[in-house]
């Protein structure tokens, strides 16, 4: 049974909705007034328990983690590159931000000058939070931190402000928030703690968007990133999760954060006593709710089990599923249904009916009675990602040694159970041609540090994989164009029987047009001519042929849905059109994005 603290929560956050509506200037006599109101620390904790609602990331935001590696049946449109300028909507939203801005107005009343700093700095974290979001969104935003009125027309029409100097205003708040919350911890609740995780991912995303997009001053993110990272490392008595045979699934199979609190800083309660749940079984589990699966990119990814590179393998990009998952990173069965994989005791192989892509997820997943409702906790910050932000920012800068990378990558490998260390020199001496494919941005760039910042978005790739992490991860090294190509699964040597449990029996059936053979009785069938089953080759030119012969599972093809990924665009989402008209061009348009309007 989990805490009844949802439950509490939720009541507080419904009874202060009233208090941070659209332009308040009338209040009724039997309603809570700010004048009544923001006087103890009660108020104060209660006004902000609903930015733990409004701000932080939802349950979908963690786990559909779609980009190259996750992606759906219906491909979101960034990921096709199918995305309009709407007209209202698409992420233009300031309804948070009024929240957070409304209180921090009003919270002088509070006598209590230590809870008063405290809530402050939540509101602060919650405002860095909310900003940070709508930059990588959008780059330049109007920054607000009074609330806007409906009469007030010099800010309802104020221009964009530059993203340097919306991420000076974050950083303020987060130094704000470093200083002033409270160290003790909580997992359900931020803490000082929280604040220099998010500092940590902040400056992270900035300064490597800011280098690899040419803006300049990226060095001092990267500096400030390493500083958060450093101190949270040294002083928050954080360590890896490591209890029980697979600590690195354990994680994410948990009704109650606080078992895992070791290592995880900040992470979203979940109790279906009130309701309070998500769909992510339903996700990795349903042909029609779920997702079309896991791209063999991430597949191909994960190391083998001693360290060393599973794409140095003879023929590794046509073994058969039970060959390839043979003596791989661990991780990689606690993440995806890999032979052997079992539910409560049943062996339970992957299912290609559900997962076109033949690769099926298994992270978060705890038992049959949560595939329609799950109320498992989902981490938003943990230790693992703060090792792997340092590591990385430090790789960029040219500071790092080994002996940050021991401190870090390789105690999450150790973590893992992979046997070899990543070794800095050896890496950049010989950077594997496989993975530095994946990032032909990077790699024609050639810096120094090559190959140890290949490695280091590899780990990040295995560890932070359906943590919401990819797509935004993507955009800051300026590798969109991976959007372009095909979306491969398994590697299917023919039509026919096919076995993905290891146990030499067939778990489906994949018919062609034509044949005649009568498979197993009970056995699924998957027929090619319905759609069901699409293969397909690259050929030596380059192009792909689609067949019923050998190749590889797909789903989206390109000979159906071409995709160009525009690099003059599409990094950043387009402003409403509304939202202009109503500023008379005041607000301008991203680079790119041609509106029609004329402002």
Request: net charge negative; charged share 25%; proline share 4%.
């Amino acid at each position: 049974m989990k805490s009844n603290k949802i439950t509490k929560w939720l009541m507080l956050c419904v009874s202060v909705v009233g208090l941070s509506a659209c332009d308040i200037t009338l209040y009724p006599e039997d309603k809570i007034t700010p004048g009544s109101f923001f006087r103890n620390e009660s108020d104060l904790q209660l006004f902000t328990n609903n930015f733990y609602v409004s701000t932080m990331p939802s349950a979908t935001d963690i786990y559909q983690d779609e980009a190259d590696i996750i992606i759906n049946p219906a491909l979101n449109d960034a990921v096709s590159c199918q995305r309009i300028i709407p007209e209202t909507g698409g992420g233009w939203s300031w309804t948070a931000l009024r929240q957070i801005n409304y209180y921090l107005e009003n919270s002088y009343r509070c006598s209590d000058e230590a809870a008063r700093l405290h809530y402050d700095g939540i509101a602060r974290f919650f405002r860095a939070m909310f900003y940070f979001n709508k930059v990588k969104r959008f780059g330049d935003v109007p920054w607000y931190d009074v609330v806007v009125g409906s009469g007030d027309a010099a800010l309802l029409n104020k221009p964009r402000d530059s993203r340097k100097y919306v991420m000076e205003k974050i950083l303020e708040d987060l130094d704000y928030a470093i200083e002033n919350i409270n160290s003790s911890k909580d997992v359900y609740r931020v803490s000082k703690w929280a604040a220099l995780a998010l500092k940590s991912r902040v400056m992270l995303f900035e300064g490597t968007f800011r280098k690899y997009h040419g803006l300049g001053d990226w060095e001092v993110c990267l500096q400030e990133s390493v500083k958060a990272s450093e101190q949270l490392i040294n002083e928050g008595g954080y360590a890896l999760y490591a209890k029980g045979d697979t600590p690195y699934a354990s994680l994410f199979m948990t009704l109650n954060a606080t078992e895992t609190a070791e290592e995880v800083i900040l992470a979203r309660d979940y109790s279906n006593t009130v309701q309070l749940r998500h769909s992510v079984q339903n996700y990795t589990t349903s042909p029609t709710a779920g997702c079309t699966g896991v791209t063999r990119r991430l597949v191909d990814a994960y190391l083998m089990a001693d360290g060393s590179f599973h794409t140095s393998r003879k023929n590794y990009n046509k073994m058969s599923f039970v060959d390839e998952c043979k003596n791989r990173d661990p991780r990689m069965a606690q993440t995806l249904r890999t032979p052997g994989y079992e539910i409560q005791g049943v062996p339970t192989p992957a299912n290609l009916g559900a997962m076109k892509l033949g690769y099926q997820l298994r992270k978060f997943y705890i038992a049959v009675e949560y595939d329609g409702f799950s109320e498992v906790d989902l981490p938003v910050f943990r230790l693992a990602e703060v090792y792997l932000n340092h590591a990385e920012a430090k790789a960029e800068l040219g500071t790092l040694t080994q002996a940050d990378l021991d401190n870090t990558v390789n105690l999450i490998r150790a973590r893992a159970g992979v046997k070899g260390k990543l070794d800095m020199a050896t890496a950049n001496a010989n950077p594997e041609p496989w993975i530095k494919g994946c990032y032909p941005y990077l790699a024609k760039l050639n810096p120094a540090n090559l190959g140890v910042i290949l490695e280091i978005r590899r780990e990040r790739t295995v560890e932070l994989v359906m943590e919401g992490f990819r797509y935004y991860d993507i955009m800051r090294w300026k590798e969109g164009s991976v959007f372009n190509e095909e979306f491969l699964g398994m590697y299917i040597a023919g039509p026919g029987p096919i076995d993905v449990s290891g146990d030499g029996k067939a778990d489906f059936y994949i018919k062609t047009k034509g044949d005649t053979a009568t498979p197993a009785a009970g056995l699924e069938v998957l027929n090619m001519e319905d759609g069901k089953v699409t293969l397909v080759t690259p050929n030596a030119s380059g192009a792909n042929t689609y067949n019923g012969e050998s190749g590889y599972l797909t789903t989206h093809t390109l000979d159906v849905l071409t995709r160009q990924w525009n690099e003059d665009r599409d990094y950043l989402y387009p402003i409403p059109t509304k939202e202009r008209v109503l500023t008379n061009g005041v607000l301008t348009q991203n680079p790119g994005w041609e509106d029609g309007l004329g402002l």
